[in-house]
């Protein structure tokens, strides 16, 4: 019977703002799925895109699969310049691919920028399409505290749900 039981898993993703690139032509931050020209972009080995690897983070966590850096690491050079929502919905190929099916994911973005509640329906589509399973968005600030409140990179933390199949 406990096999049966829902698994929850909790996934967190923090990157810095990409200083080379600031000023670069084409330089976009992407973030829950989505571009945001004209904001900053963050350094990373693939988009750092905080959100979707979060939530992919959790989804591995919850699935007992790994995590993130287990799966899609550094030493992983097919994954270099990769877009945040191709790690989620791999993420959530290997889940299923587990034996398990995802109930939904929740993901909060913690920084000052982007004001994400303008976007938050297309970046709930974009990530949710990407998982082929519900993601909902939330988004705070950390009160000018930490890394993020001096403006100096973006976080996300992310839970999930998941159940085994069969």
């Known amino acids: 019977m406990s096999g049966q039981l829902p698994r929850t898993g909790i996934g967190v993703d923090v990157h810095a703002y990409d200083a080379e690139a600031a000023d670069g032509p084409g330089a976009v931050l992407h973030l829950a799925g989505l571009a945001w020209p004209g904001e900053r972009p963050l350094a990373g080995h693939s988009d750092a895109d905080v959100a979707a690897h979060a939530a992919a983070d959790a989804l591995l966590s919850a699935a007992g699969i790994g995590d993130l850096g287990s799966n899609f690491g550094t030493a992983e050079p097919q994954w270099a310049g990769a877009a945040g929502t191709a790690l989620l919905a791999e993420a959530a190929r290997r889940v299923r691919a587990a034996g398990?099916?995802?109930?939904?994911?929740?993901?909060?973005?913690?920084?000052?920028?982007?004001?994400?509640?303008?976007?938050?329906?297309?970046?709930?589509?974009?990530?949710?399409?990407?998982?082929?399973?519900?993601?909902?968005?939330?988004a705070t600030t950390s009160d000018g505290l930490g890394l993020t409140g001096r403006g100096e990179g973006v976080a996300a933390v992310a839970t999930a749900l998941v159940v085994p199949v069969g």
């Open 100 to 138: 398990f099916e995802i109930g939904n994911v929740a993901v909060q973005v913690i920084g000052n920028r982007p004001r994400i509640g303008q976007r938050r329906d297309e970046a709930q589509s974009a990530l949710s399409a990407a998982a082929g399973a519900p993601v909902t968005v939330s």
